[in-house]
């Protein structure tokens, strides 16, 4: 594939004159044409502090950072500005400007001294509104805005810029889960319609997991590691990274999970996959072990219209209309049986 970014030994932090404080060390990877990854990792890694060093918004405290073999930090700023774009969390205050005129101000490197639009720029600009399905926000204030929609009027700008890479970070922090998936969607769209090389920091596993190409995954104090979200999930180095007290990663779910002592173990019979998948997942939040061939039983029956569930044991049998209730009897069950 062909590499558009290369980071090689590179070192973060920062530096006084008293002292110097290393935030990584010893990075090496690369972006690919069309690529969309995710940077992840636990808070107090570096990851924004990478992102900033990778963009040349910070200088690094050793190594080399290469834009399509150029050495990044050699680059004059508005050069750089139409090679790669830069969006961050915080939030950007813009006055009056319109959604549309915010987008504009992607084509700022490209304008002469005049910051005249030419036909050519407003083209780009339809574009990038294309892209990012903005064409309803356009014509409204940016102030106006809800974060997601904010959020996707920046993704707008930069792709505006015509960049070869565009680095975001955490820009899905403060959205709510339908906004997340939307502007993930929307960034997987721009890679591979547009061959955009597009760099992502985020705390969002699951949508890290689900929908970027490649993961850089940097553990705290740690070697940074690079492959699909499926390999780093099935060696172990996913797991390893995230493993704190009383955090549990399912590689099979791909989820993490509270850590829970259980004192109570049932069977599931019956039921399609969907039901006793979420049977499983009350079970097991309430303590409550899922084994196979254990005589206690949760039996998940359904009929023309309708679906219960009903616990089963030695000298015991009761019905319930959902899951709610069927857990609270099994707790008032393990009281008893513990008196």
């Not at 705290?220 to 499926?230: A, R, T, V």
């Not at 196979?292 to 039983?297: G, I, K, S």
Request: hydrophobic share 40%.
């Amino acid at each position: 594939m062909e590499t558009v970014l290369q980071i090689k030994n590179l070192t973060t932090g920062y530096t006084s004159k008293q002292s110097k404080a290393i935030v990584t060390a010893h990075i090496n990877a690369e972006l690919h044409k069309g690529e969309l990854v995710c940077l992840i990792g636990p808070n107090g890694a570096g990851k924004s502090t990478l992102m900033r060093t990778i963009s040349g918004a910070q200088k690094p405290l050793n190594g080399e950072v290469f834009l399509n073999g150029q050495d990044i930090y050699s680059i004059p700023p508005k050069q750089l500005a139409k090679r790669l774009s830069l969006v961050l969390t915080e939030r950007v205050s813009a006055g009056m400007l319109s959604a549309y005129e915010v987008i504009a101000l992607g084509r700022y490197p490209h304008t002469n001294w005049s910051g005249k639009l030419s036909q050519d720029d407003h083209r780009i600009i339809q574009e990038a509104v294309e892209m990012a399905g903005a064409q309803e926000l356009v014509d409204r204030s940016l102030s106006e805005l809800s974060d997601g929609e904010r959020q996707k009027i920046m993704v707008a700008r930069a792709f505006a810029q015509e960049p070869e890479v565009m680095i975001l970070d955490e820009v899905t922090a403060f959205l709510d889960l339908p906004r997340r998936v939307e502007i993930m969607k929307l960034l997987r769209n721009m890679a591979s319609q547009s061959g955009k090389s597009i760099l992502l920091s985020t705390h969002d596993m699951d949508l890290a997991l689900r929908g970027s190409d490649r993961i850089w995954l940097i553990p705290k104090g740690g070697d940074l590691h690079i492959g699909s979200p499926e390999d780093l999930v099935l060696n172990g180095t996913f797991e390893a990274a995230f493993r704190s007290e009383g955090i549990n990663f399912d590689r099979q779910s791909g989820s993490f999970n509270i850590h829970t002592e259980y004192d109570l173990s049932v069977s599931i019979v019956g039921g399609d996959q969907e039901s006793i998948y979420w049977t499983q997942r009350a079970m097991e939040r309430a303590g409550i072990k899922v084994e196979p061939n254990v005589n206690t039983r949760v039996i998940i029956e359904n009929t023309e219209d309708h679906q219960f569930w009903k616990f089963v044991d030695e000298d015991h049998e009761k019905s319930f209309d959902s899951i709610h209730e069927l857990v609270l009897a099994l707790n008032e069950r393990r009281k008893a049986v513990a008196v």
